[in-house]
């Protein structure tokens, strides 16, 4: 009857009602909303006198108040209501606290959610269980889609917990995916103040201003950090990557002459000879190598670095030419295999390539349980030496040395792969498997070499075994691909990335799938994302990337997204899984292409 009368003529009868049913939450609140700012304050003043008990009409008063602009009033609203509850003796849970408090949100009322769940959010909940229950209520509010209220859950929990870093990482992540720059500044300003030795606040409030182009910004930040951090490897080299992204190499390189001095960790030599090697300055990469493996002789990295060092730029060529060409010892183009050793220098090249061999044998007695190191010796012996019996000896000795390592078993399959040893192979990829039965990137190499008709029942042994592996969804993914089914196979990609969103490899196939099958709109969708996810790992991608970055400045994500995904073959999807070798001269072919253009 109500809501067919006039606005003043349903005020009458609302005033009326109140006074004959008292009780009637609802009556109250519709007479409310009916009258101005004033005189709703006064009916719901009565209805809390005349209803203490019910929570309903103290949120409504706050939203009033918020809604009229008087925020400060609604902190002592919500305060007073729980006390009200609580001296009536009325139980109301934190859950439907929490439920008005996304309803609040909803309702456009940001400032009485976060008074609801800053007052309510610990009511019931043990002191040892609060950190656990309340990130609980995040994900929940995250799923729900209520950002704010896991905002203000996670201001709650800065509040108690204000030197716990993992939970100002977690509240910056909120931030980042869902706030605004301002509001992720501002909580990293506080987050730096109470944690001032975590170097990840700190990189993380860099990073911000560096991505939005505030590059002073971002410099005063890392000033910040150093003063508060002046041995922290990770902010030095932060501000070495700020420097060469900004085209200034050689403050660059008095940075990491300081950083040497400071922290002289070995991450910091290998920093410092690989921007000598960006900026083509080859004697003092070596004086810099040299002098990191005497001074860090147990670091793997700094012993590849010097053997490549060796390698380039007279042998990197022949890896990829090698691995472009086909097999090494069977060269199926020989007329370009000899213009290639004619335009090369082999008296050059035969001694770098001893050198690089005596770098790699002093390397591996030195780092004997370096699998990365073992790889990179026998890979210099198949593709550049094109010794397979010799690069075939060190994989098992690697083996001895590095017992169920994934990689080098698939190193020694694929060594028998390039000597046509199809048999021995399959003998190896068995071994392996039984040695490392959990390792996906066995069990997807396992599909990819599978004749077609078997890929299928491999599928479903590799799923069974590895049931959250990325490079498996991959490779199941690729199975439906090359049969046409594309609604399974964007259901495997979606598997595959979450499982692992840093696996480039999979962004880079899916990004060719929907160039190739779906629309302008779907693939540029899986650009942004990738761009967002910025992923580091895959075999394919990090092909693509290291050779995308022959400078000091590196490539963004989209490129090395672009050109990973033009080396996939959609006719030949597993070509490239079973021999990455020849994406890498693909690449760098692709890369002179566009140096050219």
């Keep these: 009857a109500v809501e067919q009368e006039t606005p003043d003529d349903a005020r009458v009868m609302l005033g009326r009602a109140v ?143 204000p030197n716990r870093v993992s939970i100002w990482e977690r509240a910056a992540k909120l931030e980042q995916q869902h706030g605004t720059s301002e509001q992720l500044q501002q ?43 002046s041995d922290s490897e990770q902010i030095w080299l932060a501000a070495v990557a700020m420097e060469t992204e900004n085209g200034e190499n050689e403050r660059a390189r008095a940075l990491l002459t300081r950083a040497r001095a400071a922290c002289g960790t070995p991450h910091v030599w290998m920093k410092s000879a ?22 860090f002789p147990s670091y793997a990295k700094l012993w590849m670095m010097l053997a490549q060092h060796y390698e380039d730029p007279y042998l ?38 001893a050198k690089a061999r005596q770098v790699y044998q002093r390397a591996v007695r030195h780092c004997p349980q370096s699998a990365e190191l073992w790889l990179s010796y026998a890979e210099l012996e198949a593709l550049v030496a094109h010794s397979l019996s010799k690069a075939r000896s060190i994989l098992e000795t690697a083996r001895l040395r590095v017992p169920k390592n994934a990689a080098l078993w698939l190193a020694a399959v694929r060594v028998e792969q390039r000597a046509h040893n199809d048999s021995v192979a399959q003998q190896l990829m068995a071994k392996a498997l039984q040695e490392c039965p959990k390792a996906g990137v066995l069990w997807a190499h396992a599909i990819a070499a599978d004749a077609r008709a078997k890929r299928k029942s491999r599928s479903y042994d590799a799923l069974q075994r590895c049931v959250d592996d990325p490079a498996v969804f991959l490779a199941v993914a690729k199975m439906f691909w ?33 160039r190739q099958l779906g629309t302008p709109d779907t ?75």
Excluded at 96 to 110: D, I, K
Excluded at 323 to 346: I, T, V, Y
Aim: hydrophobic share 40%; with cysteine; aromatic share 6%.
């Design 316 to 353: 990197q060529y022949r890896r990829d030419l090698n691995a472009a060409l086909g097999d090494p010892n069977k060269p199926n183009k020989p007329d370009e295999r000899k213009a290639a050793d004619e335009d090369g220098d082999d008296d050059k090249i035969v001694a770098r390539t």
């Design 523 to 597: 693939a540029a969708a899986v650009a942004a994302n990738c761009a967002q996810a910025a992923p580091k790992y895959g075999e394919l991608w990090i092909t693509v990337a290291k050779r995308l970055h022959c400078g000091p400045v590196p490539m963004r994500t989209g490129h090395v997204l672009e050109l990973a995904s033009s080396l996939v073959d959609p006719d030949n999807l597993f070509r490239l899984y079973i021999d990455p070798a020849a994406a890498a001269a693909a690449t760098s072919a692709a890369v002179a292409n566009q140096n050219d253009g």
């Design 274 to 295: 690989k921007l000598e090697r960006d900026l083509g300055e080859r004697e003092a990469e070596l004086r810099l190598l040299e002098e990191g493996v005497a001074k």
């Design 19 to 161: 006074e004959c049913v008292p009780t009637s939450v609802d009556l109250w609140l519709a007479l409310a909303r009916l009258e101005t700012y004033e005189n709703a304050k006064k009916v719901l003043n009565k209805a809390r006198k005349t209803i203490p008990t019910e929570p309903k009409i103290w949120i409504t008063a706050a939203k009033l108040e918020e809604a009229n602009g008087k925020t400060a009033t609604v902190d002592k609203i919500i305060r007073a209501a729980t006390k009200s509850m609580a001296a009536n003796d009325v139980v109301v849970d934190r859950e439907t606290w929490l439920s008005e408090a996304e309803s609040a949100e909803r309702a456009g009322h940001p400032v009485t959610c976060q008074a609801l769940v800053r007052h309510t959010i610990g009511l019931g909940v043990e002191s040892e269980d609060r950190r656990n229950t309340w990130l609980n209520d995040v994900a929940n509010f995250i799923a729900r889609g209520s950002i704010e209220t896991a905002r203000a859950t996670f201001l709650h929990m800065l509040s108690v917990f």
């Design 187 to 229: 909580l990293l300003r506080r987050a730096v103040q109470y944690c001032p030795r975590a170097e990840s606040l700190w990189l993380m409030a860099a990073r911000d201003r560096w991505t939005r182009g505030d590059v002073a910004g971002a410099q005063a930040v890392l000033t910040d950090a150093f003063a508060a951090n």
């Design 482 to 514: 090359s049969n046409r089914k594309i609604k399974k196979t964007r259901q495997w990609f979606k598997r595959a990335l979450d499982a692992g969103t840093d696996v480039g490899d999979v962004w880079a196939h899916l990004y060719a799938f929907e």
